[in-house]
């Protein structure tokens, strides 16, 4: 009698290559757009935070004004999207605004060229033109006015501080100019407290040489943080209103949770190589499962009894979801998206040690040469951008509406 083989070898590990292969074979373009969009995002983001240039920060003075217009002024603003939009492409693609510059009068940009010292940076001239257009609507509607005004007062201090008076104090002018930007942002979703605690904190991260690294790690965490939620919120709401799918779901998290982050780095390596991109896939995968549980959670805690008034009043299905439910169960939502934000920030050694850069990368240096005063300084950094992101996360649902009345019924 011949021996049967105990355990039989299973092919799984060659199967699961196998799928892989046939899955970079057949989406492979797929992947490769989806990595070049990953580094895109997480280069311009890093970017911004580490050295803000001045057309980024006329372009998100003008979104700041345009996005409260878009229901008083809706066609005009619609209009002058579109053409801002047309310039970019144009300019992207053909130079067309560097053409227009070059044939105009030369003393209509010679104020532009001694304050930034360098030629004339044609996307600073069509944001500027974006935030003209859109300053004037807003003057024009006495009900955002008042908002205009400060966004616009903003932005020209920021230059005039970024470009003008900063260089003359300091080595590193754009540095000081986001400590300021991300301290005054800290104060007014947070309060002074944490305003103070920001200025001081992201000093120290700079004083301590790991700006660049810090702001890169911040831009890393945010685009990752952004899609994990932007995937988990419908897929908690669809669980929400679907047991079918919420049975379907819930193992699936678990495995996600369960696994090890680095099983995660083994397809995202495969498909998109090393750097950047395999960081965060992984951490999109690790960090996504709060943000389903929690948003299942807060749907489905509401009152029935509200969701049922709704119905009574002849309310459709998607007006409640957007005017009862979510609203309602905004504090659990956003408590599921500061836990994405955590978890993916506890990632960073990891996305570091498969090229990512930033604090993790530095971490894993200071680990693998035994060189403490490198980690250290690392480890510093990234526990302050976690009580940045934590405390900013947790303001912004505190003083919600429904964060304040959660608040007074406690």
Known sequence: MTPVDFPPALPIGEGFEAFNSWLKANFGP????????????????????????????????????????????????????????????????????????????????????????????????????????????????????????????????????????????????????????????????????????????????ASVGQWENAMDTLGLVLVASAIAVAIAIPIGVLAAYNDLVSKIVKPVLDLMQTLPAFVYLIPAIFFFSIGAVPGVVATIVFAMPPGVRLTELGIRQIDKELVEAGEAFGAPSRKILTGIQLPLALPTIMAGVNQVIMLGLSMVVIAGMVGAGGLGSQVYQGISRNDGALGFEAGIAVVVLAILLDRLTAAVTRKSPQGRAAVSAG
């Open 30 to 205: 797929a992947f490769d757009a989806i990595g070049e969009f990953i580094r895109w995002a997480v280069s311009v983001l890093s970017g911004f935070f580490a050295d803000p240039a001045a057309a980024q920060i006329t372009f998100i003075a003008a979104v700041v004004i345009a996005v409260p217009l878009l229901r008083s002024h809706r066609v005009p603003l619609a209009a002058t999207v579109g053409t801002v939009s047309v310039l970019y492409i144009l300019q992207a693609w053909f130079g067309l605004v560097d053409t227009v510059i070059n044939v105009m009068p030369p003393f209509l940009f010679l104020w532009a060229m001694n304050l930034f010292d360098q030629y004339v940076d044609s996307y600073f001239v069509i944001s500027l033109l974006f935030l003209a257009a859109v300053t004037v609507l807003g003057a024009l509607n006495p009900g955002s006015r008042r908002r205009t005004a400060i966004v616009a007062g903003g932005w020209l201090t920021a230059i005039l501080l970024g470009w003008l008076l900063l260089p003359m104090l300091v080595t590193q002018p754009r540095f000081l100019l986001m400590i300021l930007l991300l301290s005054l942002l800290a104060y007014s979703v947070a309060g002074w407290r944490m305003g103070v605690f920001s200025l001081l904190a992201l000093a120290l991260v």
